[in-house]
């Protein structure tokens, strides 16, 4: 799920025998390297990435730019991801996206709290500066035929199953199904960007994690009612909409998606839909609901993400930011960080990897960059979503002019915002002094030192 903005992610072979009924690629025959020779003669490393969404997308793009002969492995091409749909500005430029894929520019965001209390957020935005609305089966077509353009062949077909082999450097073998026929087809390397009940990761043993659950509805307004969220994203606090986290309103091309998730309250799921319609149904009166999607988010990163020389990526390693849901981005840069690292160890195709390599070059490298986003977003989500009364003083906290411009300018552009030392130690006061109001200061966050806490919330949209 994305989120807009928020205020405050060769030996003899002895693998497991396919079934006898699946019929073979014919193209491709792999033959293991011995580790003695580790350079790969009369072909090019072979990579199977197994799901066609953003970060699937990307890996395949990657890896196929870099000399890797790529499988991209999507059983739903027309199917559409429960999501919100914000993508930050920076992500138009990094990855290319064309300007008509947008649906919608957002220039203005509301914050509504449990008791109603609204909060404008976006004033401080520069004329040019806006967040992307798009649809999800739009932006994923659109990276997936890139990704084809690039040399990635598309198998449009349901992976049932992965076949880790025995010994380091054997094939893994990718089972599938496609027009009613069981096929596979061995590689060297998988990238797992199956979702969060990836089968890639249960077969790797990745260890199981909690997923909250998103339910949106897609309502086609009348057209005065339309008109009204041209170009504003509405955000709802409070635990008739959310126990644990938020639900939204984001406008689209010719409807607008309502919806919320939760973590620890899943049975109750339509309920909390139900209080979100509520909550909005002066604003949504005559709609008309055109589609109903619900879907499991990942809590946290998988215990394991990297096994062998199969690495996940997106929300099969679980890449969604606690706190404010944005998972777009995180999945399509994971994506691309995993298929650069695999060109990159390989030498351009010419060298077989090992789990070393995999762990080195993109599990290292990811670390470095969001590992502390992640583990301060789940400590915020607990301080900020656990009652009313917190979810009041965050609200609060958002009418500071100084807390938006350096959330928006953090987030629209995934860089440190310049701020100044004397806000930002008013912005970290402010926050703490909210809490104590509400009661809410405990021994977690007494653990992080003031300087921190400005670093990190200028850095990562939170204050």
């Known amino acids: 799920m994305a989120a807009i903005t928020h205020p405050l992610h060769s030996l003899t072979l002895t ?21 003695s020779n580790r350079h790969i003669s009369d072909r090019k490393l072979t990579a199977a990435v197994i799901g066609g969404g953003p970060a699937g997308s990307s890996a395949a793009e990657a890896l196929a730019s870099g000399g890797i002969e790529t499988y991209l492995f999507e059983r739903s091409p027309s199917g559409a991801k429960p999501c919100g749909g914000a993508i930050p500005l920076c992500m138009l430029e990094e990855f290319s996206i064309p300007p008509d894929l947008i649906d919608r520019k957002v220039t203005h965001m509301k914050i509504i709290s449990p008791s109603n209390l609204t909060v404008d957020f976006g004033k401080t935005l520069k004329p040019h500066e806006y967040i ?18 690039k040399g990635v062949m598309l198998v449009k077909a349901l992976v049932t199953n992965l076949d880790v082999p025995f010994q380091p450097n054997q094939p893994y073998i990718v089972n599938y199904t496609v027009n009613n026929r069981m096929e596979y087809l061995p590689v060297d390397v998988v990238v797992g960007a ?18 909250a659950i998103a339910f949106q509805e897609r309502i086609k307004l009348p ?7 041209e170009n504003l994203a509405e955000m709802y606090v409070g635990n008739d909409v959310s126990p644990d986290l938020y639900a939204w309103v984001f406008p689209k091309c010719d409807h607008v998606a309502v919806g919320t998730w939760t973590m620890c309250s899943k049975q109750y799921i339509k309920q909390y839909q139900h209080g979100v319609r509520s909550r909005v149904y002066p604003k949504i009166a005559g709609g008309k609901v055109i589609k109903v999607e619900a879907h499991p988010i990942p ?28 998972g777009i981005y995180f ?4 994506g691309r960080m995993c298929g650069e690292a695999i060109v990159k160890a390989s030498e351009g195709g010419h060298r077989m990897i090992d789990e070393s390599d995999l762990k080195r070059e993109y599990l290292k490298q990811w670390d470095l960059q969001y590992k502390t986003t992640f583990r301060f977003l789940d400590l915020l989500q607990h301080v900020f979503y656990g009652s009313n009364a917190a979810r009041e003083a965050l609200v609060e906290l958002c009418g500071d002019e100084y807390v938006q411009r350096m959330t928006f300018e953090s987030y629209l552009y995934k860089k440190l915002a310049k701020g100044n030392s004397w806000e930002d130690f008013k ?29 990190v919330a200028r850095l990562h949209k939170i204050s």
Do not use: W
């Open 223 to 229: 057209d005065d009612k339309m008109e009204y969220y």
């Open 331 to 334: 999945a399509a840069k994971s």
């Open 194 to 211: 199956d979702g969060a009940n990836s089968r890639v990761a249960k077969a790797i043993g990745a260890g199981d994690y909690a997923c």
């Open 427 to 455: 912005m970290v006061s402010n926050t703490i002094g909210s809490l104590i109001r509400c009661k809410l200061v405990g021994k977690q966050m007494e653990a992080f030192d003031p300087n921190v806490l400005a670093k």
């Open 15 to 35: 693998f497991k025998t396919p079934n006898p009924r699946f019929t073979p690629l014919p193209k491709l025959t792999i033959s293991a390297t011995s580790t």
């Open 299 to 326: 809590e946290h990163p998988r215990p394991v993400r990297v096994r062998g020389r199969v690495a996940l990526v997106g929300d099969a390693a679980g890449y969604v930011a606690k706190c404010t849901g944005e």
């Open 132 to 149: 992307s609305m798009l649809r999800r089966e739009v932006l994923d077509s659109y990276l997936r035929s890139r990704a084809e353009s």
